[in-house]
């Protein structure tokens, strides 16, 4: 199970540091530029995939940004660090066996490594309780 905390305990406990964490270049990896590809103009078929509306590498690093600016932070069963964002708009689609839409959430993924970051649409979350505060986090 996941835990969650809001943008200003995640930015206290020292989850996210939007003011000094410079925007990496998106596609600047191998990897990266696999991911972007494949969540803004995929050319295979996954079994899982979600797809940006907008396909623009502006848009895209925008959904990044603002990730980091408000969203809050998911700390998963492996420790991981995510991001979650709700857009308030439609973002794209997710597909994993049916199409799911519209979607308004935005996960940016290995966020702590500038090699691996990278972004795509979820469906809109559920709403949470931040761990650290107990505060509902505002999805």
Known sequence: MSDYFCHACAIKLGYV???STPTPNLTGTNYQLAKFLK????????????VFDNPAYSAYQNHVISGQLSGCVEMDNNNRKNVIWYAGEQVGITYSGSFNFPVSGVKIVLEGDQTKVHAFPVAHPQSMHCKNCGCLIPF
């Open 17 to 19: 540091n939007p003011i």
């Open 39 to 50: 969540h803004t103009a995929p050319t295979g078929v996954h079994s899982i995939n979600s």
